[in-house]
């Protein structure tokens, strides 16, 4: 069996496990954490075929810390993550995958973190560390710009059940969604998520009326493969890039235009759109009424949407939202998200035509 821990948005835990009993029938969830799982499954890393996950890791061993025992351990000011760093070298499980690596890596570093925040060690437990993988993998050490990372990481969720630390190597190698994605563009992981939650389907109008650089329609298009697709955004420049952008791809029906969503009920058929999904200005990077934004949105909504349509949208972690949505929107569910550091809610809902 194989077993991974993934790294998510936190918040999704419930939508995380979904999917993996969905798409792995054998799978076994040892770990649901905020933001993070482990799982297990005969399933190879290169037919997960998941695009729900920030990052994925090759688990190597895990050390759980039973509470007396850590606290004693913490008390006598141990450092735990120290501890089970020495253990991980004299006891590692997994050596396969340690072992195992694609010819093309050359190189690796260490990561050390604690409870999601990067933490130090003793340099002379780091270099017999790195002499005990290198050792095994055949790799050299590359602080700076490595092929492949081996990851000791240490999590404290509560003081019963889900404190442990875990060695593991990373699968995926991206740079981080911050230095690629444009200002307040969402990160793949999270609009793969609005898609799913939006249960659209291959034959549906799906609008997108805040599309900024094309994330949503991007991810609908390419991995929920809908080819009826309008976007819309008053940024010109957010217009360009993205007509640029769906232009090379040459897509089925993919239509942009540049207007703000109140100009909308006059460019676009009226109750002619099947799912709405979107991320609007929420004040984070402009000032926002919400007051009278959310009036005017969901106004617009109702004249687009089909009896029945459905709505996602990504907003902020506030009372504004759920005090301005009129009584033919049937809330269906709400998601408390945590984005780079902002919170946030995913509001699923349902339109009734009136």
Not at 216 to 221: G, L, V, W
Not at 329 to 339: A, R, W, Y
């Amino acid at each position: 069996m194989n077993q991974f821990y993934a790294a998510f948005i936190p918040g999704l835990q419930n939508v995380i496990a979904g999917v993996i009993k969905e798409r792995l029938k054998d799978a076994v969830i040892h770990k649901l954490l905020d933001g993070a799982v482990i799982f297990e499954t005969e399933t190879s890393y290169d037919k997960l075929n998941f695009f729900c996950f920030n990052n994925i890791f090759a688990v190597v061993n895990v050390v759980e810390d039973f509470h007396t025992e850590a606290r004693r351990r913490r008390e006598h000011g141990e450092n735990i993550l120290v501890n089970n760093v020495k253990e991980f070298i004299n006891n590692s499980i997994n050596l396969d995958i340690i072992s195992n690596n694609s010819k093309s890596f050359k190189t690796f570093r260490i990561v050390i973190s604690n409870e999601n925040q990067p933490a130090a060690i003793d340099e002379k437990l780091r270099v017999e560390a790195e002499k005990y993988i290198s050792r095994i993998s055949g790799l050299k050490v590359n602080r700076s710009l490595p092929d492949t990372e081996f990851w000791f990481l240490y999590r404290r969720d509560d003081d019963t059940k889900n404190n442990f630390t875990i060695f593991m190597k990373r699968l995926t190698l991206r740079p981080s969604w911050e230095r690629t994605l444009h200002k307040g563009e969402l990160p793949p992981p999270l609009t793969w998520v609005l898609c799913r939650l939006a249960d659209i389907k291959h034959n549906d109008t799906v609008l997108d009326p805040f599309c900024g650089y094309g994330s949503i329609p991007n991810t609908a298009m390419k991995h929920f493969h809908i080819t009826n697709f309008i976007a819309s955004d008053n940024n010109k420049e957010a217009v360009l890039y993205t007509t640029s952008r769906f232009k090379k791809k040459n897509p089925g029906n993919f239509v942009i235009h540049k207007a703000d969503f109140n100009k909308l009920p006059a460019i676009i058929k009226e109750k002619s759109i099947d799912v709405i999904i979107t991320d609007p200005p929420w004040g984070y990077f402009k000032e926002v009424d919400n007051t009278v934004f959310l009036k005017q949105m969901f106004e617009v909504f109702g004249k687009l949407l089909k009896d029945g349509g459905r709505v996602v949208v990504l907003y902020a972690n506030d009372d504004s939202f759920l005090k301005a949505l009129p009584s033919h929107f049937e809330l269906q569910k709400s998601i408390p998200i945590l984005l780079s550091g902002k919170k946030a809610v995913i509001y699923v809902f349902k339109y009734l035509f009136v």
